[in-house]
């Protein structure tokens, strides 16, 4: 994984365990077997297609998308919580 990628992936990460409520292993489990991780895999070139969303965007879509596809429609859950729209360096995708 490239260092972007890495960081991506810890932000991921970091955002499953917080806002998804897991512990550190149930977040990198639902990451990994979410397709999210194929695009964070070496292989993939087109970064821009994670770049357009934020990290907390693609932590929902990795716990919530199998069951909910829906799941951006729950106001409880989009747009991000206002805490995490404070201290993200990403802009605001909500």
Same mark, same amino acid.
Not at 18 to 40: D, F, H, K, T, V
Not at 61 to 89: G, T
């Given at each position: 994984?490239?260092?972007?990628?890495?960081?991506?992936?810890?932000?991921?990460?970091?955002?499953?365990?917080? @806002?998804?409520?897991?512990?550190?292993?149930?977040?990198?489990?639902?990451? /990994?077997?979410? +397709?999210?991780?194929?695009? !964070? *895999?070496?292989?993939?070139?087109?970064?821009?297609?994670?770049?357009?969303?934020?990290?907390?965007?693609?932590?929902?879509?990795?716990? @919530?998308?199998?069951?909910?596809?829906?799941?951006?429609?729950?106001?409880? /859950?989009?747009? +991000?919580?206002?805490?995490? !729209? *404070?201290?993200?360096?990403?802009?605001?995708?909500?």
């Amino acid at each position: 994984m490239i260092n972007k990628k890495k960081d991506l992936y810890e932000e991921i990460v970091e955002c499953l365990i917080q @806002y998804g409520n897991l512990n550190r292993e149930e977040a990198e489990s639902s990451l /990994l077997s979410s +397709p999210i991780y194929r695009m !964070l *895999d070496d292989d993939f070139d087109d970064l821009g297609v994670l770049d357009h969303e934020t990290p907390y965007y693609w932590a929902m879509e990795a716990l @919530y998308s199998k069951e909910r596809p829906d799941w951006y429609q729950d106001r409880k /859950l989009w747009p +991000p919580p206002k805490e995490y !729209l *404070d201290n993200s360096k990403r802009p605001n995708k909500g």
